[in-house]
Structure formats: structure tokens, C-alpha cells
């Protein structure tokens, strides 16, 4: 997905944001020559820093020192001693799964549970876990959170690591938000209104056009479109706990999980903590136990469907004080597996760089003739649009 996006000041009293769509499947990639064919210096520059790798050598997946491996319930965990920043660490918990395999009915609940995790769980009761990490200099929102978007859910802890104990600790919260979220229908009735202001938020003018875009870009009958994290409102209002508690069992299964170990500690003592609270019999995890690992759920492949000819599409918005139009061009997804997959993206990422020098410097000189600038911000990219739309992400 390669975008072409500019953005122009508009009079309040005839303000009409539009958005521009244009997507053409493509069926093969252009070259790197061709594309870097008026900045030479830059392709001399890759090539020259690549000469001595073979592109079809692996990418490594990890770095250097990286402890890995997969308990006995499928669970995979990922520990890496980093000092810097000191007495600090980034603990992980990543589920495998986001809003895509809602059905219509459940339409928001996996970030309802997410929500519900930092209310209560087995062993914290009355948001205790929020109380028990602003404690220990943790704070909540900045240094305890989580998302859900898409495809999966993920909750973040940031911690010190100056005092024994607090590392495993934490650990703990995030076994709690794996295995033990108290899903009862007085928590539930107590997170919706967190929930229902965060869906209001969402109606924004800027959420309500992403909204759209992503339409335009997808077209109808996608997943995608179909299944924006945030939810519906009617969902949310009466969603019962019941559809939450099963939908909680069968995705968050231990066998779909990661857990992810960053900081300033002692790598081994951390991996033997991983291996002592995560590894359970998904069977024996009480009061919700799961299926065997064998029959944990697969993760869904929705792909953005490809679209003939070019497509436009144009929104407006009262609330919104500037027009903004982009130009997509949607092409395959390259997967980056080896040093050539490496190689042709930094040359994207580096034309990108200095063709959107070449239009900031355009943006800040104005129209040749004088006059008005035609626009404030011009930018051009290539990415894969779907997770990174923040406002779809809850």
C-alpha cells in the first residue's frame, strides 16, 4: 500500500474534508533501479552497504541473546536482558486474537475484556492490580496498559526492577489477565460506561473519516470494515457476560499466547518465573478452563481484497476545519524474510525520504507565481494501513 496524502487549510464556513481513493491491484513489483531511476546517489548508497551479504541469506527473527521457547500448553515466551534503561523492564502478555473473529452479535467485546482485566481478576479484586502497580512506581496509562486491535490483544506492563520480587510479581498480572479475568455481570455493568465514552470518542471527526477510509479502501463485505475493535454501541449496552466468558475461554487459550521479557534482570531467573506461573494444563485453569491445546482456535487470514480500476470516494465532515486528500495504491504484500526483502524496503523507505523532502520544501515555497500555498503538509509512504489507524484501535 503506497499513499500519496496532502492536506490544505479551508474557510470554516465552507468546509467540505474530502478524501480521494485511488486502488489498482498490482501484479508485480516494479525494480529497485526503476524506482530509485533519479536518486542515484541513494542507490549507490544501499548497494554498497549490502554488497557483502547474500540477499537470499535469513533475516534473523530475534536478537542476539534472545531465550525463547514454548511451554508444554503451546505457550510461546520471549526473555532478553537489556540494561539500558537501568533497573527497568517491559513485560508483555500478546493474545493471538483481536476484534476479526467477533461475530456480529459479539461486536467489541474482546476489548470489553481487555477492559475488564484491570478490574478484576482470581487473586485482585476492586481494581487492585492498578493499585498494586501504581505502588510500586508504575503508573496507570503510561506504565500500565493494553490495546486490542484487529488481530490481536495486548497488555503492557512497565516496571522497576530495583527490588526483589517485583519482576515476578508483575509476571503474575499478566497470568491473572491470561488466565483469570473476572467476568461477572456486575464487573461487566461497571466497565461499560468506560467503554461506551471510549466508543463516543471514537465518533470524532477524525474516527468517523477513518472510518470511511478504510471502507473505501476495503470496499463492502470486508472483514475489515466489519470488525472495528472499538464495537458497536448497541453491543456494548447489552452484551451479556455469558458471551463474554465463553468468548474469553476459547480465545485467550494459552497455546495462542505469548509472553515477551525486556529489561534490566537476571534473563534465567525471569525464564524459570515464566516457566513456573504460565505453564498449566489449559484443562485445569479454573474457574474457566480451556480445551487441550490441540483444538485451540487458528488464527484468521482476512485478506484486503484486491479492486478493479481506480476508485474514489469522498467524505465530509462539519466538525473538521481542513481538506485532505490521498492517493492509495494498493500492491501485494511483500513478506521480509531476507537480506534482499531488507535491501528493496530500505530503498522504498529511503525514496520515500527524499521525495517528501522534495515536497516539504514545495509545501514552504508556495506556488511559483506567489500567491496562497495550495497546501500546509504533504507526505508520501508505503505501509500496510490497517493495524496502524490508531483511531480503529481501542
Given at each position: ?131 498494586f502497580l501504581e505502588s510500586i512506581g508504575a503508573p496507570f496509562g503510561a506504565c500500565q ?11 503492557t506492563l512497565h516496571v522497576p526492577t530495583d527490588k526483589e520480587g517485583l519482576v515476578d ?126 483444538d485451540a482456535p487458528e488464527r484468521p487470514r482476512y485478506a484486503v481484497p484486491d479492486s ?87
Open positions: 500500500h503506497t499513499t500519496l496524502s496532502t492536506s490544505s487549510c479551508v474557510r470554516p464556513q465552507c468546509a467540505t474534508p474530502k478524501r480521494e481513493l485511488g486502488s489498482m491491484a498490482t501484479q508485480s513489483q516494479a525494480p529497485a533501479a526503476e524506482l530509485l531511476a533519479s536518486f542515484s546517489n541513494l542507490s549507490a548508497l544501499v548497494d554498497g552497504q549490502a554488497a557483502s551479504a547474500d540477499p537470499a541469506d535469513q533475516l534473523p527473527l530475534l536478537p542476539p541473546g534472545t531465550d525463547t521457547g514454548v511451554l508444554s500448553n503451546g505457550l510461546t515466551y520471549y526473555v532478553l536482558e537489556n540494561k539500558e534503561p537501568k533497573a527497568r523492564a517491559e513485560l508483555f502478555l500478546v493474545v493471538g486474537f483481536g476484534s476479526l473473529v467477533e461475530e456480529e452479535e459479539e461486536r467489541g467485546i474482546a476489548h470489553i475484556i481487555e477492559h475488564l482485566g484491570f478490574s478484576a481478576t482470581k487473586a485482585y479484586e476492586n481494581h487492585a492490580i492498578v493499585k496498559n493494553a490495546y486490542t486491535t484487529f488481530d490481536r490483544t495486548v497488555y510479581e508483575s509476571l503474575r498480572v499478566l497470568r491473572e489477565f491470561a488466565f483469570y479475568t473476572r467476568i461477572s455481570e456486575e464487573d461487566l455493568d461497571k466497565e461499560r460506561k468506560v467503554v461506551l465514552e471510549e466508543w463516543r470518542e471514537s465518533r470524532s471527526a477524525n474516527g468517523r473519516l477513518s472510518e470511511r477510509y478504510i471502507q473505501a479502501l476495503c470496499g463492502s463485505g470486508c472483514r475489515w470494515c466489519e470488525r472495528l475493535p472499538i464495537g458497536k454501541e448497541e453491543v456494548i449496552r447489552g452484551v451479556s457476560s455469558e458471551i463474554l466468558r465463553a468468548f474469553y475461554r476459547k480465545f485467550y487459550h494459552p497455546a495462542r499466547m505469548a509472553v515477551v521479557a525486556v529489561g534490566d534482570f537476571d534473563g534465567a531467573q525471569v525464564t524459570k518465573s515464566i516457566q513456573e506461573l504460565f505453564d498449566l494444563a489449559p484443562e485445569a485453569i479454573e474457574p474457566l478452563p480451556r480445551c487441550c491445546s490441540a478493479e480500476g481506480v476508485r474514489v470516494a469522498s467524505s465530509t465532515d462539519p466538525e473538521l476545519s481542513f481538506a485532505q486528500s490521498m492517493l492509495d495504491c494498493k500492491r501485494p504484500r511483500f513478506p521480509m524474510r531476507t537480506v534482499g526483502d531488507f535491501k528493496r524496503r530500505m530503498k522504498e523507505d529511503l525514496f520515500h525520504r527524499a521525495l517528501g523532502s522534495r515536497l516539504l520544501r514545495l509545501t514552504v515555497q508556495g506556488p511559483l507565481g506567489g500567491g496562497p500555498r495550495d497546501f500546509f503538509t504533504a507526505s508520501t509512504d508505503t505501509s500496510d494501513p490497517l493495524p496502524a489507524l490508531s483511531p480503529l484501535s481501542a
